[in-house]
């Protein structure tokens, strides 16, 4: 199997992230939820990961739900695949 080498230049990637606190009736935090994209767009089509993270009071992750797209040149979607993760407890 041989390795193919990318031209970077040819790439283009761009990054976008939002975090909203969680606050309760008195203001106090009960947590956050971040949602990550990251976009890598070249000339045979696009990559989307979004990657949506769900955290407690005090940072600890709750879940985590990521979806990655594969869209062709025309913006047809092509593939899509989601992954839900929960960490569990030691």
């Known amino acids: 199997m041989e390795n193919e080498i990318v031209d970077t230049s040819d790439i283009e990637i761009g ?3 939002v975090v909203e606190i969680v606050l ?3 203001d106090e935090v ?3 939820v971040s949602d990550e994209i990251i976009v890598a ?3 045979a089509g ?3 990961d979004e990657i949506i993270d769900v955290l ?3 940072g600890g992750l709750v879940v985590e739900d990521e979806i990655i797209t594969v ?3 025309d913006g ?7 992954e839900i993760r929960i960490p569990l407890e030691d």
């Open 46 to 48: 696009s990559v989307v």
């Open 56 to 58: 407690d009071a005090d």
């Open 41 to 43: 767009t070249g000339e």
């Open 24 to 26: 309760d009736e008195n």
């Open 30 to 32: 009960v947590g956050a």
């Open 76 to 82: 047809n979607v092509i593939d899509r695949e989601e």
């Open 71 to 73: 869209y062709d040149a």
């Open 15 to 17: 990054d976008d992230l």
